[in-house]
C-alpha cells in the first residue's frame, strides 16, 4: 500500500514538473514570436520603406530575456571597417528608390545605428553636404518640393529625372492651409 501511495505522488510531482515544462515552453514561444516582430519591424525601418517605430518602447519580458541570452564571441567582435556615411547615404537611396529628403535620410542612418559621434558638425548638416555630393557626382536625381530638396538614387539606365513627388498635402484641398502653401492665397501687408 505505501509503495502504491509513493508511485500516486511521484506521477503528481511528474505532472507538475511536465504542466511547469509546458509554460516555460509556451512563454519562450511567445518571446520568440516578439523578437521576430521586432526583427522585421527593424529591418523594414533600416530600408527607410516605412515610417520609424517607436524604438523606445520594450516588451515587457524581452529586456529579461535577452540579457539571459548568451551572444556568440564572433558576433560581439567590433566590424574591421565601419561604413562611411556616404557609403550609408548611397545605401538607403538605393534600397528605397523613392525620393526622400534630408531628414528621412537622417532617420534611416539613425535606425541603422550609424555613428554620429565622431562628427564635429550637426548631422544634418553632414547629410545635406553628403546627399549634394552624390548628386553632383550623378549618382542621385534631385528635385526641390516647397521648401525641401529631395533625392533619389539613378537607376542604370534612366537619362531625365522621374517625377517628383506631389507637394505635402495639408487636410482639404482648398482649405487655407494648401492655399497658403501652394501660393494661391495672397496675404496682403499692413501698410
Not at 514538473?17 to 526583427?39: I, M, N, S, V, Y
Not at 554620429?116 to 553636404?129: A, D, G, Q, R
Request: charged share 25%; hydrophobic share 30%; glycine share 6%.
Amino acid at each position: 500500500m505505501a509503495d502504491h501511495d509513493s508511485l500516486v505522488q511521484q506521477r503528481e510531482i511528474a505532472r507538475q514538473q511536465e504542466d511547469a515544462f509546458r509554460k516555460q515552453g509556451e512563454e519562450l514561444d511567445r518571446k520568440l514570436h516578439g523578437l521576430k516582430q521586432t526583427l522585421q519591424g527593424l529591418s523594414l525601418y533600416s530600408t527607410a520603406k516605412n515610417e520609424p517605430l517607436e524604438l523606445t518602447k520594450t516588451l515587457p519580458g524581452i529586456a529579461d530575456f535577452l540579457k539571459s541570452m548568451t551572444i556568440p564571441s564572433e558576433l560581439t567582435k567590433p566590424r574591421i571597417a565601419a561604413k562611411t556615411l556616404t557609403e550609408c547615404c548611397r545605401e538607403i537611396l538605393v534600397n528605397t528608390g523613392e525620393w526622400m529628403s534630408a531628414m528621412q535620410v537622417r532617420q534611416s542612418l539613425h535606425a541603422a545605428g550609424f555613428d554620429f559621434s565622431e562628427y564635429k558638425s550637426n548631422p544634418l548638416s553632414s547629410i545635406h553636404t553628403t546627399l549634394k555630393r552624390i548628386s553632383e557626382a550623378e549618382q542621385a536625381w534631385t528635385c526641390t518640393v516647397g521648401n525641401d530638396t529631395l533625392y533619389r538614387w539613378r537607376r542604370d539606365g534612366e537619362v531625365a529625372s522621374p517625377p517628383p513627388p506631389p507637394p505635402q498635402s495639408y487636410g482639404a484641398p482648398n482649405s487655407l492651409a494648401n492655399q497658403i502653401a501652394s501660393g494661391m492665397l495672397k496675404t496682403k501687408g499692413k501698410k
